[in-house]
């Protein structure tokens, strides 16, 4: 089991810049893919970004903005988020999922955080 706490998320014009951590429990966390996925208001959840051992992935929509990072040592994973614009107002979630393929589809992940709240004002 992983249990995954998601933080940081807040207000910002556009243009600023915040950064997401997840938190996770667990042993194990070198061994899980970790993901970053939003949902905004009347829309579906979408992939974010994706950090495995083997490298880093990005949605188009934020290839430039964003950064993943995780940090093996303190079981955290975080997102930073540059240039934001309104689009990018969303609920961000954190995931987890084993090595296997299927980096950017939501079904494949195994654990999820809480979510929080990412506005982003014009």
């Known amino acids: 089991q992983v249990q995954l706490v998601e933080s940081g998320g807040g207000l910002v014009q556009a243009g600023g810049s915040l950064r997401l951590s997840c938190a996770a429990s667990g042993r194990t966390f070198i061994s899980y893919v970790m993901g970053w996925f939003r949902r905004a208001p009347g829309k579906e959840r979408e992939f974010v970004a994706a950090?495995?051992?083997?490298?880093?992935y990005y949605a188009d929509s934020v290839k430039g903005r964003f950064t993943i990072s995780r940090d093996n040592a303190k079981n955290t994973v975080s997102l930073q988020m540059n240039s934001l614009k309104p689009e990018d107002t969303a609920v961000y979630y954190c995931a987890a999922k084993g090595l296997r393929f299927g980096d950017t589809d939501p079904m494949r992940y195994d654990y999820w955080g809480q979510g929080t709240q990412v506005t982003v004002s014009s």
């Open positions: 950090i495995r051992y083997s490298g880093t």
